[in-house]
């Protein structure tokens, strides 16, 4: 399993017209191979922005290489037009490989709300 994550230090002004573009936006991630699930995690505050991740599950890295590569990767990060800056600098990316995982009871998530 292949985690790939992007950190973004938003704006603190700007986290509503941050999240709208997440929440709005048609990923394309489900035509993917390999692919397994998306989250956008609201971090800590600190004085100049807020902290927020995205991160992607994927089987394998190279999977997740081939949506770096592909059309729908291309459609899905497609420039939205905006007036001011959303976040400071550029997002910060990570991937990880997965080198332990330990499973909860099925009913872990259902307490969790939907963003």
Known sequence: MFIAMNRFKVVKDATADFEAVWLGRDSHLGEMPGF???????????EDHVLYASHTIWRSR??????TRS???RKAHGRVPSTKPLYLGHPQFEG??????????????????SV
């Open 36 to 46: 397994v699930e998306f989250h956008l995690l609201r971090g800590p505050e600190h």
């Open 62 to 67: 190279a999977e997740f290489e081939a949506w």
């Open 71 to 73: 059309e729908q990767f």
């Open 96 to 113: 990880f490989e997965t080198i332990q995982t330990v499973g909860g009871t099925a009913d872990a998530h259902q307490g969790a709300e």
